[in-house]
């Protein structure tokens, strides 16, 4: 079964600065596709990144970017100039293929992101 | 356009009442999930409806628990005779029809149940 595992249950930045979230994964798929979400207060999950296996260029969303590394099935998150805004919960997750019933997704626990003023 | 929409956003009952959950899909998205985060379990993925084929329950954790998606859009959770540990926050997420790769969910507000 896949498992997805973040080992830092809690994070702090301060404003503009920069952090990086980490993220494992176990897979014996070679198709599949890695995402990381947040989760501020207001409960509503929102896409951050994606990433594609099959491509080999990591993602990048403005101030967000990806460390894809599949060999060691790593997907870490780096945020970059911080801001308050960004304070959330980040979950990495994992979604093997498309379509029927390989859809759904695998999140790991999370990891709690402060931002300090 | 309008995102996902669950309701109610939150409902507590009393242990043994059935409940019901609402979720509004994106429209035009084909595909349906539900999933329940709670502390001790953190994210779990409970069932999964794609168009009009069957659905993926796999991950329904009990026979209390069922859903089912009336017309390809709103579904519905229902859970019977709820017991405390069924307390969590209940989300939906909807998907566009499969394009080729990585359809991305999008998460509706959720719905927070707690049984007393």
């Known amino acids: 079964a896949q498992t997805v595992t973040q080992s830092q249950p809690e994070m702090s930045v301060q404003e503009a600065e920069t952090v990086t979230l980490s993220c494992t994964y176990d897979?014996?798929?070679?198709?599949?596709?890695l995402f990381w979400y947040k989760q501020p207060p207001s409960r509503q999950m929102i896409l951050v990144i994606r990433?594609?296996?099959?491509?080999?260029q990591n993602a990048t969303e403005n101030r967000f970017s990806v460390n894809f590394q599949k060999a060691a099935k790593s997907f870490s998150l780096k945020i970059s100039d911080s801001q308050l805004g960004d304070a959330a919960i980040y979950f990495c997750?994992?979604?093997?293929?498309?379509?029927?019933?390989?859809?759904?997704?695998?999140f790991g626990k999370g990891t709690k992101l402060s931002v300090k003023p | 356009g309008a995102g996902v929409s669950q309701s109610p956003s939150n409902k507590v009952t009393e242990k043994g009442k059935d409940v019901e959950l609402r979720c509004d899909p994106i429209s035009g998205h084909t595909a349906l999930y539900w999933y329940r985060q709670s502390l001790g379990q953190g994210l779990e993925f409970l069932i999964y409806f794609q168009g009009n084929s069957a659905p993926d329950k796999s991950g329904l954790p009990s026979d209390r628990f069922s859903a089912e998606r009336t017309g390809g859009s709103v579904s519905t959770l229902t859970i019977q005779r709820t017991q405390q540990e069924d307390s969590a926050v209940y989300l939906c997420?909807?998907?566009?029809?499969?394009?080729?790769?990585?359809?991305?969910?999008?998460f509706g507000p959720g719905t927070r149940l707690t049984v007393l």
């Open positions: 990433q594609e296996a099959y491509k080999q």
């Open positions: 997420a909807s998907s566009p029809p499969p394009s080729g790769r990585a359809d991305t969910q999008y």
């Open positions: 897979t014996s798929e070679s198709d599949y596709y």
């Open positions: 997750a994992y979604r093997k293929g498309y379509g029927g019933s390989q859809g759904n997704l695998i």
